[in-house]
Nanobody
Framework: EVQLVESGGNLVQAGGSLRLSCSASGFTFDDYTIGWFRQAPGKEREGVSCISSSDGSTYYADSVKGRFTISRDLAKNTVYLQMNNLKPEDTAVYYC??????????WGQGTQVTVSS
């Protein structure tokens, strides 16, 4: 059974930090690009960051560059999103996504991040 399980969401004050984790099972983790997306109330889901399956290269949305860092631990089948200097506009449900670039695409259930001002 394919599973992506996010954890680490919480309520934090502006300027604070959180580390989200995405733990994967049921598929060959190394073959998938793992991405973090977020969806705020009343807004569309947007891409935040991703890490490539092929070479570990990373991508960040302009809104989080310099504040968020994505990393992966292949031995643990886990991807992390370190979020620093959080802002109220970062408040959203954060989702983990796995995509093999062909036909397989999986989503986690999401974890809530709330940043108070």
């Amino acid at each position: 059974e394919v599973q992506l399980v996010e954890s680490g969401g919480n309520l934090v004050q502006a300027g604070g930090s959180l580390r989200l984790s995405c733990s994967a099972s049921g598929f060959t983790f190394d073959d998938y690009t793992i991405g973090w997306f977020r969806q705020a109330p009343g807004k569309e889901r947007e891409g935040v960051s991703c890490i490539s399956s092929s070479d570990g290269s990373t991508y960040y949305a302009d809104s989080v560059k310099g504040r968020f860092t994505i990393s992966r631990d292949l031995a643990k089948n886990t991807v992390y999103l370190q979020m620093n200097n959080l802002k109220p506009e970062d408040t959203a449900v954060y989702y983990c996504n796995a995509d093999d670039g062909y036909r397989s695409n999986y989503w986690g259930q999401g974890t809530q991040v709330t940043v108070s001002s």
